[in-house]
């Protein structure tokens, strides 16, 4: 039978093989809506099972277990958004051990929209996760200001989801180390604007100030066919004069740039 939960993929931000783990084979489930998703809309009658993804894991590690092919990372990520499944913390805790008996070294990466990452018992358990074995968690900030936040992420204003993002993100980054992932595109056509870039740059300013622990910041811009036709990709030179732009604002800061097929930064 085909893995309809573990799948290997060419990953442009892991810059090698990414395990990635699909909590949702049955549909996308997300909290965002954003209009650059890769995702499109399906549904299947697979079901996530806990059984089903040890001993799909286990055989994808071991087929890759002393290859010359290196695996870069297991990234919990697939059809949405990981913290909303009710067996993400099962699927991480069975994940580990697995990982533990083939690849102890590489990272766990949790990809999330950061909407439900500041519950104080999922951050207690990441807390444990991060003691056990190499983690990270790559957070979504797409933007400084409410208008390209709601633009970007396809929520209401009357969501407060934008606050609640800011809030997470200082709540579980004073804990636990994040990697920033900001999406930067063109929407209706338009790059981002100097405004928005240097309200960005503020906002992780504000969020260093506040201790949250910013490892690193990933700016990258679209890369596949997009839900949407309203957000396309920069262009290189538009990228690169948009990561000048922050980088100048960020001095030491670790920051990587992955253009529409490859990293230029
Ligand atoms: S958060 Fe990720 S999965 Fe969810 S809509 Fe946005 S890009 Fe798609």
Same mark, same amino acid.
């Given at each position: 039978m085909d893995a309809q939960l573990v799948y290997p993929v060419y990953s442009r931000r892991s810059e090698g093989i990414s395990i990635g783990i699909d909590l949702f084979p049955d549909a996308k489930h997300c909290s965002f809506n954003c209009p650059y998703c890769e995702v499109h809309p399906f549904r299947h009658d697979h079901t996530f099972s806990l059984e089903q993804l040890t001993s799909? %894991?286990?055989?994808?590690?071991?087929?890759? /277990?002393? +290859? =010359?092919?290196?695996?870069?990372? !297991?990234?919990?990520?697939?059809?949405?958004?990981? %913290?909303?499944?009710?067996?993400?913390?099962? /699927?991480? +805790? =069975?994940?580990?051990?697995?990982? !533990?008996?083939?690849?102890?070294?590489?990272?766990?990466?949790?990809?999330?929209?950061?909407?439900?990452?500041?519950?104080?018992?999922?951050?207690?358990?990441?807390?444990?996760?991060?003691?056990?074995?190499?983690?990270?968690?790559?957070?979504?900030?797409?933007?400084?200001?409410?208008?390209?936040?709601?633009?970007?992420?396809?929520?209401?204003?009357?969501?407060?989801?934008?606050?609640?993002?800011?809030?997470?993100?200082?709540?579980?980054?004073?804990?636990?180390?994040?990697?920033?992932?900001?999406m930067l595109a063109r929407y209706q056509g338009f790059p981002p604007t100097d405004y928005e870039l240097t309200e960005y740059t503020k906002l992780i300013h504000s969020m260093l100030d506040s201790g949250v622990l910013i490892e690193r910041i990933d700016l990258y811009t679209i890369s596949r066919k997009p839900i949407t036709p309203v957000v396309s990709p920069l262009t290189d030179a538009e990228l690169i004069d948009a990561v000048h732009s922050i980088a100048n604002h960020l001095p030491g800061k670790a920051i990587r740039a992955f253009g529409k097929s490859t990293r230029i930064m």
């Open positions: 799909e %894991l286990d055989a994808i590690l071991s087929s890759y /277990a002393g +290859t =010359r092919e290196p695996v870069k990372d !297991i990234a919990f990520a697939g059809h949405g958004e990981p %913290l909303l499944s009710p067996y993400f913390i099962d /699927a991480v +805790t =069975r994940a580990i051990a697995i990982k !533990i008996k083939h690849m102890p070294e590489i990272p766990i990466i949790l990809i999330t929209n950061t909407l439900q990452l500041g519950d104080n018992h999922l951050i207690n358990f990441l807390q444990t996760v991060r003691s056990q074995t190499p983690f990270s968690i790559w957070a979504k900030l797409d933007a400084g200001t409410p208008d390209q936040f709601y633009r970007m992420s396809g929520l209401k204003p009357e969501s407060n989801a934008f606050e609640t993002v800011k809030r997470n993100i200082i709540t579980a980054g004073k804990i636990l180390p994040l990697v920033i992932q900001t």
